[in-house]
């Protein structure tokens, strides 16, 4: 077990939560993890990372997998103008990989914000450490476990 993976597992598992974590193959994009665990492709809450321009710091948007991320409502969100994230300032801040960013375990604390189509489902899926795996939960609990502000940020 991957490292990233582990640091997951014992995320969920200090949060009270299942850890009931799938492995979905080479899936490479949200519908694909959808197909892969049979639920709608807006289930899948997919970890959007943009670079803060001013402090430099990464930022995170949970959202929905059939959404993208407004570029210029998520900069009023951030309250600052945004960039694009490198795959070493994701590793630096998060300590996952591109594409398989978990919205917790984080190495470092990382500002965050919410779909709020994701609260519109019983369950939602997210990235489990790995580009490889993923865990079902209740999205309710998404803004708390993950410190995200629920925002329309989407266009």
Request: glycine share 8%.
């Amino acid at each position: 077990m991957s490292k990233s993976l582990a640091r997951v597992r014992t995320a969920l598992e200090t949060l009270g939560l299942p850890a009931d974590i799938h492995d979905v193959g080479q899936a490479r994009t949200a519908q694909e993890a959808a197909d892969s665990v049979g639920c709608h492709i807006d289930q899948i809450a997919k970890s959007i990372i943009f670079r803060a321009e001013t402090s430099g710091d990464a930022v995170l948007f949970l959202t929905a997998g059939g959404n993208r991320v407004d570029s210029i409502k998520a900069s009023v969100c951030a309250g600052e103008p945004l960039g694009k994230a490198d795959a070493n300032l994701i590793r630096a801040q998060t300590g996952f990989a591109i594409g398989g960013v978990s919205p917790i375990g984080h190495l470092n604390p990382i500002r965050a914000w919410l779909d709020p189509r994701l609260l519109e489902f019983d369950v939602v899926w997210a990235a489990a450490g790995t580009p490889r795996h993923v865990f079902p939960l209740d999205p309710a609990v998404l803004p708390k476990i993950s410190s995200a502000q629920i925002f329309d940020f989407t266009p």
